[in-house]
């Protein structure tokens, strides 16, 4: 298994819903990555985990959530998003070497 | 300050004609230059990887050429297909901060 899987695919929230995004590897990567990515930009990064852990958060709202209850399995819960949050999730793994960096198919969300 | 700049923004060209994008880095210390290619909508999907001793790289019709020395890199298409029209991203891999730096991307749409 060479993929990372991100469901849902298309997801529309209000501003008051509680939802989360789902990604997913099986290629023993450890090391998991959320972007957020705006029509015509290029991705931002928002979080890294290595091992399990949080490494890297960069200054996102706390409206954004990051998980990763395992090595395979990386989640963003979301509460309260704004309008302007509406963009295409990407999530990333790599090896430790980060040789093999490889992106899901993302999750287009779209706020109202 | 890290930056990876690309050029043109955007390029139009005929089906079956051979077009070059181009990728200028500033990024120190330099680990990697990956190129992706990134359908709308859709995550981004690695071309070509290359390290520091590698100056050309290739993946069927797309072949990378990377100069360490000027700090800039080339994607070169050939006979272009109308499944080329996509987004193209130059992405740098610094060791320094461990942070994948990204390109703003060269939109390719080629006409039938």
């Known amino acids: 298994d060479t993929e990372v899987t991100q469901t849902p695919k298309h997801l529309v929230m209000g501003m008051t819903n509680k939802k989360s995004l789902k990604c997913e590897q099986h290629m023993g990567h450890r090391a998991m990555y959320w972007y957020k990515q705006k029509a015509k930009k290029p991705p931002e990064l928002m979080f890294v985990?290595?091992?399990?852990?949080?490494?890297i958060n960069e200054s996102v709202p706390s409206r954004f959530s990051p998980e990763c209850p395992n090595s395979s399995l990386l989640n963003l819960h979301l509460h309260a998003l704004q309008p302007e949050d509406s963009a295409l999730y990407l999530c990333a793994s790599s090896p430790r070497d980060n040789y093999g960096y490889t992106f899901g198919s993302g999750t287009r969300l779209t706020v109202v | 300050k890290n930056q990876v700049e690309q050029s043109p923004q955007s390029l139009i060209i005929l089906e079956g004609k051979n077009c070059t994008l181009q990728?200028?880095?500033?990024?120190?210390?330099?680990?990697?230059l990956r190129w992706y290619k990134q359908d709308t909508g859709r995550g981004p999907v690695s071309l070509t990887i290359?390290?520091?001793?590698?100056n050309t790289k290739s993946n069927g019709r797309y072949t990378a050429t990377l100069d360490a020395d000027t700090k800039q890199s080339s994607l070169h298409i050939t006979a272009s297909q109308l499944s080329d029209s996509a987004s193209y991203i130059c992405?740098?891999?610094?060791?320094?901060?461990?942070?994948?730096?990204f390109g703003t991307g060269t939109r390719l749409k080629v006409l039938a």
């Open positions: 992405v740098v891999y610094t060791s320094g901060t461990y942070k994948y730096i």
């Open positions: 985990y290595s091992y399990e852990k949080l490494s």
């Open positions: 290359m390290t520091f001793s590698e």
């Open positions: 990728c200028n880095y500033t990024v120190s210390p330099f680990s990697n």
